[in-house]
């Protein structure tokens, strides 16, 4: 199992990479190069949260099991709420009505307060993943997701919808959260009772990582050298 997390860590690294080539053929899509950053930290995180791997198979670094190198959860939780701040606005530039983005504006502020006191005043920081992050965090996204495509399918943006990278974002990370939130809510209860589940949930959140960052990088390399459809395309269509 610890060899198939190095190899989504490395397809998570290549996920960065292909979108930072992407913004580097179309600079002026800013919120693909935010979010090609924020892939690049991912790499970062995921590479440090193997540490506790990495300690269970050596066994000269058994002595760092007391230590809180031992647990990711402490890092994972803070990277959660960026994860869904950069989703939710990466998500929230590619919609255009702004009493919408008013909303998930507001929205969003009160997840982040939200999340951070529940860090704050829970025990839930060192020993286990936030269920109130993922919970609120996959409402909001989700919420935001489908406006998107509701406003997709009223607009000219559906003619052009093959050529939208931000189109092969949603769908997988949609899928993605969608399918880890319901792990993630019960993941708490089943971890010491039940190891069939917790090998069950470990092989869905890797499947799930392989397809999410697999699409991205699909879709990143083979959108990154198309030419953008003009207005003037989009209306000679009718």
């Known amino acids: 199992m610890h ?8 397809l998570e690294g290549f996920a960065a990479i292909s979108g930072l080539y992407y913004y580097q053929k179309k ?3 800013k919120a ?3 979010f090609s950053y924020f892939l690049l930290l991912t790499f970062f995180v995921e590479a440090i949260a193997l540490i506790p791997t990495i300690i269970y198979w050596n066994e000269s670094l058994h002595f760092l099991k007391e230590t809180f190198w031992y647990s990711n959860f402490w890092l994972y939780n803070p990277y959660l709420i960026i994860s869904f701040v950069v989703y939710i606005l990466y998500f929230k530039w590619n919609i255009s009505n702004e009493r919408v983005k008013n909303i998930i504006n507001k929205s969003l502020i009160l997840f982040v307060v939200i999340c951070i006191l529940n860090l704050i005043f829970s025990d839930v920081f060192f020993q286990s993943h936030s269920v109130v992050t993922y919970i609120l965090g996959s409402f909001l996204l989700v919420g935001v997701i489908f406006y998107y495509y509701f406003e997709i399918l009223l607009s000219f943006k559906i ?16 899928l993605f959260f969608l399918t880890t939130t319901p792990i993630i809510i019960y993941f708490k209860y089943f971890n010491n009772k039940s190891p069939e589940f917790v090998e069950m949930s470990g092989s869905v959140m890797i499947a799930m990582n392989i397809f999410m960052y ?10 990154a050298n198309k030419k953008k ?3 003037k ?5 009718f």
């Open 214 to 223: 697999g699409a991205y990088s699909i879709a990143f390399l083979s959108l």
């Open 27 to 29: 600079p002026t899509d």
């Open 32 to 34: 693909v190069g935010f």
């Open 159 to 174: 003619l052009s919808i093959k050529r939208k990278i931000s189109f092969y974002i949603s769908f997988p990370a949609l």
């Open 233 to 237: 395309n989009l209306e000679n269509a």
């Open 3 to 10: 060899d198939i997390r190095f190899l989504v860590l490395l």
């Open 229 to 231: 459809t003009s207005s």
